[in-house]
């Protein structure tokens, strides 16, 4: 038997329940399939809302671009384009009112802080060269990122090694409770009629002609006008069943994550090191590594304790800390960090939400917004077509990503 | 980093991990024993800390000798206070002392965790006041102290009797003791009696001193509510049950009492198997997820053994002859040569006590009616202080393992990382959702599976690699 309606989303993260409530919003009626992949990006994600500290590339530690490339215009990697910066500040503003109208429909905080900001701690003399390149690359604009001497940022925050020289304060970073974003967005979506499937892995996408006519899953076949692969770090080997090719890999970052403290941190933290933040919950998240070792979602030990060390040298009241746990997600990577959103040219039926890698929590909202409305034929909010599959050419070329030596 | 070497390492300090490192230092293979507490022993053969406790149990007194001697002989290096908080891959054993952390690599490894008490959620069970009866009689072994004045005992199995007894020997009175298991079900046991004389004269000693200091032994009733007045435990309620275990709330009892100690059996602490990546099964007589087993002890990975509770509740006189086992086993594999003959002599006294561990698991196993007791606002995580309502509001809108509940309400998320609420509410989900226990999965333990601090593994000196 096949389950039919209006649109099958496949993958229940972040991109995809965003997508999946954009949809059933509009009217549609909506079936969302979960495989429960153990190593889900939303899972092993902060919630940072940096919309311009992600941009520059400091959510895992500067690990991207890092400092030894100047970040001047025309000489060397660019942080972002600045259009997907846009679109990151953008989809950050729709936070305040989704937490509103997300609490109202399914009664979940998602845990939207606002006035949080973020501090690039700066620790010797080539990251203060790194924070001038940032301004310099911001344009001086002290809406996005503040220059602040060390006794600035110590008044700001006791708990700081004493030993910084400074900070960059950017005040519109803020963060979320990624899980719980990601489960109000899904029970929404259910108050509005969606058919939410567990444990259906896809094991096949039947093809007639060019158009997918059926999802087969261990769950069931469904069919639908609209297919969005909202697979993650899967979404490659999902299009693969419909015979088209996306370059997106799993990007294996590992997390750290404290008992509950006090508060301590007044604001989130990046360094060179990784990033350090306080949840709502009391927790203090450290992470995030960068690693291409395919699907295996283990943490190893050298990784665990580098992420301390970062930790403890940024705050090292954090030191008697007990540590609750130490997990890794798989963020889906593609070869210039953008996400891949919109339909797929190979494939009449069959668009994609998918490739939020580092970006996917702030990303979200927008990206979901924008992948419904373009299905739909609607305008959507920001230009779509930095985000289509078609920009690839066929070459899967990541050489630019920071790997362990395997 | 920081990594050192061993032929055998053995994980708990236990009556199974005391066993094992005798036997293969019997067997002339040295090994490193591994135990979080400053003494050996365990939870049932705990030392005493001062003089006012109890005297000890001779039993754990015998192994701790053993183990002494052939520490001085260079045979066991004891590594007391002492975790292991994970392993890494090719078997590095991450484990934490005097707050460093380091690895070990060991080419067999014995783990013998244990296991903790099952307190299954009811309305005002987090009221100060209501305690484990594990942590009753860590307090009564260790430091002697009497956990309060008017004491209830309540649950199901032969740690009720047992904790009861030794608090009334020390001089501490207890109001009253309430078993869930109907009497007729314990006089079965002593039919398998004979094959386990020791533990059938500890209980008959244990029922022969409650008579005698006339502490009433109540069977057929469940504590189904902790009352609280200023913030602490003023007085409970119980009631009969049907075979089911559900309670006639139409003949509720109160009854005074400042502290009640509950035990409903033993869950193993098996999430170490889990985070070596042993092969797990289902095994609800027994306390839950267990590792596979081989009969040399090996679990699905060759080189690592697991014995005693952690390995499916069975109590301290298997756990005993397991650890013997494994580490008779473990020195075999590692070259020893005449083993064999002890082998067998094990194998054998294990085949003895089987009918009386099944008799004990009939008895003691929780029941489906314990469940009723929970209610909408009943907190049935503890950790992340969770409701009923909130849980099954996640089950309601699609998770159905505790994999998924997780993130989507906390369930789990906290330290314990479900030990404590999984046994209750794998069986509360899985009786909404319509599916079988087993199907609601384990939980799925991430390192550290024992506290380590971040400033303890950012001690770690030298190159990472």
Known sequence: MTTTSDVVVIGAGAYGTSVAYSFAKRGQSVTLLDAANSGKATSASAGGLWAIGESLGLGCGVIFHTHEEPVNEGAGPQPVPRHFMEFLRTSSRYFPELANELGARTGMNIEAESGTGLFYLLYDATTQQHAREILNWLGHDETLAQEWGRDRVLAHDRNLAEDILGAVYFPGDNQVNPMFLTEAYKRAAIADGMRFVAEARVVDLCMAGDQITTVRTTAGDFSAGIVVNAAGAWAGQLSRLAGASIPLIPVRGQIVCTETLKPTLTCNLSTIDCYIMQKAHGEVLIGSTTEMVGYDTSVTYDRIVELAKGAVRAVPGLEGATIKRTWAGLRPGTPDELPILGREPSVANLHYCTGGFRTGIVSAPLSGEMVAAAALGERTEVPIDPYLASRFDSKLDLSHFETTAA | ?465
């Open chain 2, 1 to 465: 980093m920081i990594r050192e070497n061993t032929d055998l390492l053995i994980v708990g300090g236990g009556p199974a991990g005391m066993s094992a490192a005798i036997a293969a230092a019997s067997c002339g293979v040295r090994s490193v024993l591994v135990d979080e507490g400053s003494e050996l022993g365990g939870q049932v053969y705990r030392k005493p800390l001062v003089p006012d406790a109890p005297k000890a149990h001779p039993t754990g007194e015998a192994l701790r000798l053993a183990i002494a001697d052939h520490s001085r002989r260079g045979r066991i290096d004891v590594r007391s206070n002492t975790a292991v908080w994970s392993v890494f891959k090719n078997n590095e054993v991450a484990i934490v002392a005097g707050n460093r952390s380091a690895l070990v690599s060991a080419k067999k490894i014995i783990l013998a965790p244990g296991a903790h008490e099952y307190v299954p959620p009811f309305p005002g069970w987090t009221t100060p006041g209501v305690m484990t009866a594990g942590a009753a009689q860590i307090m009564l072994k260790t430091m002697g102290l009497r956990p309060g004045k008017r004491i209830a005992i309540a649950g199901s199995g032969p740690l009720l009797v047992a904790l009861a007894a030794q608090l009334v020997r020390k001089g501490f009175p207890v109001a009253n003791v309430i078993e869930a298991s109907p009497f007729r079900a314990w006089l079965k046991l002593p039919i398998q009696g004979w094959r386990a004389p020791r533990l059938m004269a500890e209980g008959l000693g244990y029922l022969a001193t409650l008579r005698k200091a006339g502490v009433p032994v109540q069977y057929g009733r469940i504590v189904t509510q902790a009352h609280e007045e200023n913030g602490m435990l003023a007085r409970i309620s119980h009631a009969p049950v049907d075979d089911d275990w559900v309670p006639d709330t139409t003949s509720i009892e109160s009854e005074e009492i400042d502290t009640l100690c509950m035990s409903y059996g033993l869950i193993p602490r098996s999430f170490i198997f889990q985070i070596f990546g042993c092969e797990m099964n289902y095994r609800e007589d027994i306390g839950g997820w267990v590792p596979t087993r081989n009969t040399d002890m090996t679990t699905s990975l060759p080189n690592v053994y697991a014995a005693g509770d952690g390995t499916g509740v069975a109590g301290s006189v298997v756990a005993q002859l397991e650890g013997e086992l494994a580490g008779l086993s473990a020195a075999k594999a590692l070259g020893a040569r005449d083993t064999d003959a002890r082998i067998g002599k094990v194998h054998r006294a294990l085949e003895r006590m089987r009918p009386v561990r099944e008799a004990l698991d009939a008895i003691s196993i929780p029941r489906p009616g314990l469940q009723t007791l929970i209610r909408d606002d009943t907190i049935v995580c503890r950790c992340e202080e969770l409701t009923w309502s909130e849980v099954r509001a996640g089950v309601e809108n699609g998770g159905t393992k505790f994999r998924t509940l997780k993130p989507a309400t906390r369930l789990g998320m906290g330290p314990c990382q479900a030990r404590f609420c999984w046994p209750s509410m794998s069986r509360q989900i899985a009786k909404i959702a319509a599916l079988d226990s087993d199907q609601i999965g384990p939980i799925s333990p991430r390192p550290p599976i024992r506290p380590v601090t971040l400033g303890a593994v950012a001690a770690e000196q030298g190159e990472t690699s």
